[in-house]
């Protein structure tokens, strides 16, 4: 079904052709009166429009939700339905099929920082014990005094208990002003987005093609002296990259 608007321009195009308004309109079943209504929404949405457009820039694999999150960072508080609406309106798809995952260039990256408290790196390490149950240890780190702040060990971390533990670092050593991480799913879940928001810290990624970062904070944590236990049997193997 066509909409008004749609009909409203076939009108325009038929009196480019010759025709009256009165048969355009009459032709395209448009009333007069509304030829030349302008819709409000336009003009109010056009600064949310501009913000998902930047969003939508800087980090080109989030979809509408994610994008929420960050708008809601930026003054914008609206549903997902209106978020979805503008999203597929303005043709802000994600890509389907790209030949490489790579982080935006030009997404903003803290420098490397000067003092302790300023950027926290985390990530996750695996391990088993000698009956062949899976370990999952959270490591998070202080990159400037590369000191490891704490060492989370369960079965199954999950975005919940990973804002557990950075609220509770939070309580201790005050929050920072940035978290790094790589771009795995329980770094970039809608849960922790939303956390980092109310937190009012900014997320940071490592840069592209360098998974070296990465790997050494993962060295630095694991040579922070960890040790597991309380499972059955003793802990054997070395830690595996996640």
């Known amino acids: 079904m066509v909409g008004a608007p ?8 038929g009196c480019g052709r010759g025709l ?3 048969q355009a309109c009459a032709l395209m079943s448009v009333a007069r009166s509304t030829l030349r209504y302008e819709s409000r929404l336009v003009k109010r949405d056009a600064p949310v429009v501009a913000v998902m457009r930047e969003l939508s820039d800087q980090y080109p694999r989030y979809g509408y939700r994610r994008i929420q999150v960050f708008l809601a960072r930026r003054g914008h508080v609206m549903s997902a339905d209106r978020t979805h609406r503008l999203w597929r309106l303005h043709g802000l798809q994600v890509p389907r099929k790209r030949p490489r995952r790579r982080v935006a260039a030009h997404r903003p990256r803290p420098l490397s920082p000067t003092g302790a408290n300023q950027v926290w790196a985390y990530d996750f390490l695996f391990d088993a014990c000698a009956n062949g149950q899976q370990l999952k240890c959270l490591t998070v780190i202080d990159e400037y005094t590369r000191e490891c702040l704490a060492i989370d060990v369960a079965g199954s971390i999950r975005s919940a208990r990973v804002i557990e533990v950075l609220s509770k670092l939070i309580s201790v050593h005050g929050a920072p002003r940035y978290l790094r991480s790589d771009n795995g799913p329980e770094f970039i879940s809608r849960a922790i987005l939303r956390w980092v928001t109310e ?26 002296g960890m040790s597991v236990s309380g499972c059955s049997g003793s802990r054997t193997g070395s830690m595996r990259r996640s």
């Open 199 to 224: 937190a009012n810290i900014d997320t940071a990624y490592i840069d592209p093609g360098n998974p070296g970062r990465t790997v050494r904070t993962r060295a630095s944590t694991a040579s922070s």
């Open 20 to 22: 009256s308004i009165r």
């Open 6 to 13: 749609a009909r409203r321009r076939q009108v325009a195009y």
